[in-house]
C-alpha cells in the first residue's frame, strides 16, 4: 500500500513552501524506488521526481530542478518531497508511486506498479 499525505495546506502562496510525506507498507520485496508525479489540470501526469530507496540516488525533472528534494527514512518507510520558491504552475495533484523494478529510478509513469491516491497543491494568491 502507498499512502500520500500532505503536511500543511494544500493552499501555498507563490514562493512559498510545502512538504508531501508517503508511506509505504504491506510488501514482501523492498520497492527500488519510489518516484512523485504530478498532473496539472488539463495536462498529463508528469513525473517530478524519485529516489532509490536502498541507495538513496535521486532523480528529478529539470522543471522542478533546485526547487525540491526528495528524501527518504527508510526506518519509517516514509518518503518526502519537499517543495520550496512555489510558482503557480507547480498546481497539480500529487502522487506517490512505487517503482518494484530494480535498475535505476524511472521517469515513466507506466513502470511504476503502485500509486497513492494522490494529494491536491495548489499554489495561487
Known amino acids: 500500500d502507498v499512502s500520500c499525505r500532505r503536511l500543511g495546506e494544500g493552499l501555498v502562496q507563490p514562493g512559498g513552501s510545502l512538504r508531501l510525506s508517503c508511506t509505504v507498507s504491506g510488501y514482501t520485496s523492498t520497492p527500488y524506488a519510489l518516484g512523485w508525479f504530478r498532473q496539472a489540470p488539463g495536462k498529463e501526469r508528469e513525473f517530478v521526481g524519485g529516489i532509490a530507496w536502498t541507495g538513496g540516488f535521486t532523480k528529478y525533472a529539470d522543471s522542478v530542478k533546485g526547487r525540491i528534494t526528495i528524501s527518504r527514512d527508510t526506518a519509517k518507510s516514509t518518503l518526502y518531497l519537499q517543495m520550496d520558491d512555489l510558482k503557480s504552475e507547480d498546481t497539480a495533484v500529487y502522487y506517490c508511486?512505487?517503482?518494484?523494478?530494480?535498475?535505476?529510478?524511472?521517469?515513466?509513469?507506466?513502470?511504476?506498479?503502485?500509486w497513492g491516491q494522490g494529494t491536491l497543491v495548489t499554489v495561487s494568491s
Open positions: 508511486a512505487a517503482q518494484m523494478r530494480w535498475g535505476r529510478v524511472e521517469v515513466k509513469d507506466y513502470l511504476y506498479e503502485h
